[in-house]
Each structure stands twice: as C-alpha cells, then as structure tokens.
C-alpha cells in the first residue's frame, strides 16, 4: 500500500468516525479497530504514525464513562508508539506514559490477558529506557514478573517463552559488577531454558531459534570456571537456532547466530580432552562463518555490524598466519577472544 493509499484510508476512517448514526464509542470503537488493521503488518513508518493518529482521535471521540474502551485504545496506542524508529527516547518515553496510564483502568475493568500484555509491553519499553540509562531495569524485570501471573507455561506458551527470554536479556543487562553478578547470569541461563521447555521447533520455530540463540550468548559469555563446556553447550544451541535461521528464509538472523558461533570457536580448542593442542580447525572454522556473516550484513546495509565482523576475520587471519606448521608442534594459541557480539 502506497503512502497516498494509507492517507486515503485514514481519511475514509476519520470520515466514518463522523457518522452520526453511530454512538461516540462505536465511532471510537471503529477508529481503534482499522488502527490496528493498518499497524498488524506495517509496510514502513507511515503506517504506524497513520495508526497513531487514528487512536488519538478514538481517545477523543470516546466518552468519559467507556473507561475499559479508552484503556484499550490507549494499550494499543503504546504499542504503536512503542514500535516507531527513533534516534532517541522521546516515542519510548510517550509509550511508557501510556501503559502506566492505562494500567489502573486495565487492572479494574479489563481481562487478566490484556493486563498481562500491557505490563508485557510495558517491560519492553522501560527495558529499552534503561539502556538509555532513563528507566531502572529492575522495574522492567518487576512488570515481566506481573505478567508472567497470568501468562503461564500451559495456556499461554509463546507469550511465557518470550518473557522467559525478556527476563533472562533483563538480567544480563544489569552490569556484572558486584558479587551477585554470577547469580545474575545463572538465572538469565535458567530463565532461557525455561522458555525452552514450552516451545518447540515444529510449532513455535521463531520463539524457538530466539531462545536458543540468547542461551547460547549467555552460555558463551558466563563468568565460569567450565569454559570449555559452555562453549560446547553454546554450540548446540546455535546450531539449534539455525535449524529455524536459514540464510534464504531469514538472512539476518541467520548472520547473528553464524557470527555468534564464530565467536564461540574462536575460543574452543579442536580436542577439549586436548586442548594444549590448539583450536588450528576452530579458527578456521570461525573465519569462514565471520566471512559469511559480513557478506550478509554488507548485502542488508548492516555496515556497522559489517565492520566489526570485518575486523574479527583480520585478527583470526592474523593469527592464523601466526601458527607453527601443522607438524611443527607448539601451541597455536588459544587465548580468549571475544568479536562483537550478534
């Protein structure tokens, strides 16, 4: 749908909004309704600011006494927000101002799902705001924990799976600082494969590939003394998240997860049982994966993820040419590295 077309239809909404013969919440009702037509599968930014501007002028229609309706509206409002592109915090920031003024109402009037999903979205927002360094973190943890009240392993299985992800990223974010910083990364390991024991590859692939990936980062980057058999653990894990993340069906994500496995074998010697023995095959290994990550990055316009993976394959070709002679013996090198992260 061309930018003229979603003016056209925003104009069509805003002139059935007008028909008398519909009562002010029905008018509102409606206008919140083709909102969330036009934000379910937005094509590009226009379609979300057209659904904004649909739900403001619902929220005006709508009269003092719909309080659960003008809660709604205002939810969906949030999300809209919520998922327009920015340089900086504001639309956050207006977001995060319009689930916590929803919420009493929600709580009041509305079903534990759609209260669950607020506080869920809510997280996000203030997840997001605390890297920013304008929100606590420790309060997005707290609305993921509301929402989990409701949105259980049995009934809701992809929305726990997904606030299981959302709580584990949550903790990791917290800088590793002070002496709970090792519980930290244990619960952020226990929440991923708590998610993982609700989904599956066949039914809930995208939620799947997500929580194996994170689990293989937070595998890969724990402050332990069982380096080796993290890093074998975080292996199985990408390589299960890139049963779901093909290169043809889902480039970038397949890019992240390849350039995440790089990182991996860059520090896993070849024969754990040996590993004086070097890592020759797994830097090997991790130079072709970075390789094909930077192609795909430079092919999605992801140039800063581009020159990053960039540098990684100078360094590993750098040590590579370092290596005594496949039969000269000596150790290869295997000090640990760590590229940045996808």
Same mark, same amino acid.
């Given at each position: 749908?061309?930018?003229?077309?979603?003016?056209?239809?925003?104009?069509?909404?805003?002139?059935?909004?007008?028909?008398?013969?519909?009562?002010?919440?029905?008018?509102?009702?409606?206008?919140?309704?083709?909102?969330?037509?036009?934000?379910?599968?937005?094509?590009?930014?226009?379609?979300?600011?057209?659904?904004?501007?649909?739900?403001?002028?619902?929220?005006?229609?709508?009269?003092?006494?719909?309080?659960?309706?003008?809660?709604?509206?205002?939810?969906?409002?949030?999300?809209?927000?919520?998922?327009? !592109?920015?340089?900086?915090?504001?639309?956050?920031?207006?977001?995060?101002?319009?689930?916590?003024?929803?919420?009493?109402?929600?709580?009041?009037?509305?079903?534990?799902?759609?209260?669950?999903?607020?506080?869920?979205?809510? *997280?996000?927002?203030?997840?997001?705001?605390?890297?920013?360094?304008?929100?606590?973190?420790?309060?997005?943890?707290?609305?993921?924990?509301?929402?989990?009240?409701?949105?259980?392993?049995?009934?809701?299985?992809?929305?726990?799976?997904?606030?299981?992800?959302?709580?584990?990223?949550?903790?990791?974010?917290?800088?590793?600082?002070?002496?709970?910083?090792?519980?930290?990364?244990?619960?952020?390991? +226990?929440?991923?494969?708590? *998610?993982?024991? =609700?989904?599956?590859?066949? #039914?809930?692939? =995208?939620?799947?590939?997500?929580?194996?990936?994170?689990?293989?980062?937070?595998?890969? $980057?724990?402050?332990?003394?069982?380096?080796?058999?993290?890093?074998?653990?975080?292996? #199985?894990? $990408?390589?299960?998240?890139?049963?779901?993340?093909?290169?043809?069906?889902?480039?970038?994500?397949?890019?992240?997860?390849?350039?995440?496995?790089?990182?991996?074998?860059?520090?896993?010697?070849?024969?754990?049982?040996? !590993?004086?023995?070097?890592?020759?095959?797994?830097?090997?290994?991790?130079?072709?994966? $970075?390789?094909?990550?930077?192609?795909?990055?430079?092919? +999605?316009?992801?140039?800063?993820?581009?020159?990053?993976?960039?540098?990684?394959?100078?360094?590993?070709?750098?040590?590579?040419?370092?290596?005594?002679?496949?039969?000269?013996?000596?150790?290869? *090198?295997?000090?640990?590295?760590?590229?940045?992260?996808?």
């Amino acid at each position: 749908m061309a930018l003229d077309r979603v003016e056209d239809e925003v104009r069509a909404a805003l002139e059935a909004a007008d028909d008398q013969d519909a009562s002010p919440a029905e008018r509102a009702e409606m206008l919140m309704e083709i909102g969330m037509g036009l934000q379910r599968k937005p094509k590009a930014v226009h379609y979300l600011e057209a659904a904004i501007e649909l739900y403001d002028r619902a929220l005006a229609l709508c009269p003092a006494a719909f309080r659960l309706l003008a809660a709604r509206i205002g939810a969906r409002r949030g999300t809209a927000l919520q998922a327009l !592109p920015e340089a900086g915090t504001d639309f956050l920031v207006a977001a995060r101002a319009a689930f916590e003024q929803v919420l009493p109402d929600l709580r009041e009037l509305g079903t534990a799902e759609e209260l669950a999903e607020a506080e869920m979205n809510l *997280g996000v927002v203030l997840q997001n705001l605390a890297g920013a360094n304008k929100a606590r973190i420790t309060d997005a943890i707290a609305a993921y924990q509301r929402a989990l009240r409701t949105f259980e392993r049995h009934r809701f299985p992809q929305e726990f799976a997904i606030l299981q992800n959302n709580l584990a990223t949550a903790f990791l974010s917290i800088p590793m600082t002070d002496e709970r910083a090792k519980m930290r990364e244990a619960l952020a390991v +226990q929440a991923f494969e708590e *998610g993982l024991k =609700v989904v599956n590859v066949v #039914d809930h692939p =995208v939620e799947y590939a997500m929580l194996q990936n994170n689990l293989g980062n937070a595998l890969q $980057y724990a402050s332990s003394s069982h380096a080796v058999e993290n890093n074998l653990r975080a292996l #199985d894990a $990408y390589d299960e998240a890139l049963k779901v993340r093909s290169r043809d069906d889902m480039p970038g994500e397949y890019a992240n997860t390849i350039a995440n496995k790089a990182n991996c074998l860059w520090n896993l010697p070849d024969d754990p049982a040996r !590993p004086e023995a070097g890592n020759r095959g797994n830097l090997m290994a991790a130079q072709a994966c $970075y390789i094909e990550a930077r192609a795909i990055f430079m092919a +999605q316009g992801e140039l800063d993820k581009a020159r990053m993976v960039a540098e990684a394959v100078d360094q590993i070709g750098r040590e590579i040419l370092a290596l005594p002679p496949v039969n000269g013996g000596g150790s290869n *090198g295997s000090g640990v590295h760590s590229a940045p992260g996808a």
